[in-house]
Nanobody
Framework: QVYLVESGGGSVQPGGSLRLSCVASGLTLSMHSVGWFRQTPGKDRSLVSSISRNTDTTYYVDSVKGRFTISRDNAKNTAYLQMNSLEPEDTAVYFC????????????????WGQGTQVTVSS
């Protein structure tokens, strides 16, 4: 059985930090690109960051550049999203997903999804 499990979400004040984790089961994470997406009510799910298979090339949406860092630990079959200097606009449900393709930024190329973890940034 193949699945992803996210954890690490929660409630923080503006300026705070969280680290999201995405543990993969039934697949080898190093052979996949990993994306972190977020979604707020009434809006489409959008890519926040990705890390490519093979090269570990990273991508960040402009709004999180310099604040978020994506990484992976192949020995633990886990991907991470370190989120610093959080802003209220970062409030969303965050999902991790994997793709068999390299350097993918389109949602449609991600075929396995986690259940999501809520991140709330509020004073």
């Amino acid at each position: 059985q193949v699945y992803l499990v996210e954890s690490g979400g929660g409630s923080v004040q503006p300026g705070g930090s969280l680290r999201l984790s995405c543990v993969a089961s039934g697949l080898t994470l190093s052979m996949h690109s990993v994306g972190w997406f977020r979604q707020t009510p009434g809006k489409d799910r959008s890519l926040v960051s990705s890390i490519s298979r093979n090269t570990d090339t990273t991508y960040y949406v402009d709004s999180v550049k310099g604040r978020f860092t994506i990484s992976r630990d192949n020995a633990k079959n886990t991907a991470y999203l370190q989120m610093n200097s959080l802003e209220p606009e970062d409030t969303a449900v965050y999902f991790c997903a994997v793709s068999p393709y390299p350097n993918v930024t389109k949602l449609t190329y991600y075929d396995i999804w986690g259940q999501g973890t809520q991140v709330t940034v509020s004073s």
